[in-house]
């Protein structure tokens, strides 16, 4: 099972970026699939998630209206689509995938990170 994340990087406040959640070993169009981030000395928080047919959404009080989660489920990848972004968004950005298997146990699928810097 792999999630490989990419897109982040520095960028100036109300800029944008884009990550992309590249993943393979499991049966993608199966799987909710989440973008987390994690700041220096905070815990990490769910930032979007997004259901396995793509038919619903739901994004943290702290980014809506600014960030937009989606999927190619041809191509195995779920995308963040970052707008606006403000210093406080800095962080590493985590991609995820979660199941549940037939005895209704939880599976989930972590990538490795991918650090997100807004700073002027």
């Known amino acids: 099972v792999q999630l490989v994340e990419s897109g982040g990087g520095l960028v100036q406040p109300g800029g944008s970026l884009r990550l992309s959640c590249a993943c393979s070993g499991f049966t993608f169009s199966h799987y909710d699939m989440s973008w987390y981030r994690q700041a220096p000395g905070k815990e990490r928080e769910l930032v979007a998630r997004?259901?396995?047919?793509?038919?619903?959404?739901n994004y943290a009080e702290s980014v809506k209206g600014r960030f937009i989660i989606s999927r190619d489920n041809a191509k195995n990848t779920v995308f963040l689509q970052m707008n606006s972004l403000k210093p406080e968004d800095t962080a590493v950005y985590y991609c995820n995938g979660r199941a549940r298997d037939a005895y209704f146990r939880t599976i989930d699928y972590w990538g490795q990170g991918t650090q997100v810097t807004v700073s002027s």
């Open positions: 997004i259901t396995a047919a793509g038919g619903s959404t």
